[in-house]
């Protein structure tokens, strides 16, 4: 079983920036591929970006982003940690969602982009983006 957990959510003005971490549990983290979604109220859950397994180092890994934010998201991972990140620059109030954590145990590098393919998920945290 897999536990994860979000952090680094809160309020930022439009064009400002936000880290999210998401801290796994579990042995083999370095084999999952990960994810990031967000759902904003009203809204489906929808993709944002995702990171595959890298072969066994402690960094690095295939990425996919969403075209709503390529060029303002990086997705990392840091396997001696166990932790994922987003980090998200020049933020627009369409960003305003809570950001989910997914994971899969998927030693191959390639990059998971829709909900059902995911088997564990974290609670979320809260992003809101001011104008």
């Known amino acids: 079983q897999v536990q994860l957990v979000e952090s680094g959510g809160g309020l930022v003005q439009a064009g400002g920036s936000l880290r999210l971490s998401c801290a796994a549990s579990?042995?083999?983290?370095?084999?999952?591929?990960m994810g990031w979604f967000r759902q904003a109220t009203g809204k489906e859950r929808e993709f944002v970006a995702a990171?595959?397994?890298?072969?066994?180092?402690?960094?690095?890994?295939?990425?996919y982003y969403a075209d709503s934010v390529k060029g303002r998201f990086t997705i990392s991972r840091d396997n001696i940690k166990n932790t994922i990140y987003l980090q998200m620059n020049s933020l627009k109030p369409e960003d305003t969602a809570v950001y989910y954590c997914?994971?899969?145990?998927?030693?191959?590098?390639?990059?998971?982009?829709?909900?059902?393919?995911?088997?564990?998920w974290g609670q979320g945290t809260q992003v809101t983006v001011s104008s």
């Open positions: 990171i595959s397994w890298n072969g066994g180092s402690w960094n690095g890994g295939s990425t």
């Open positions: 997914a994971a899969k145990d998927l030693p191959r590098q390639v990059v998971l982009t829709t909900l059902r393919e995911y088997d564990y």
């Open positions: 579990g042995r083999t983290f370095r084999s999952y591929g």
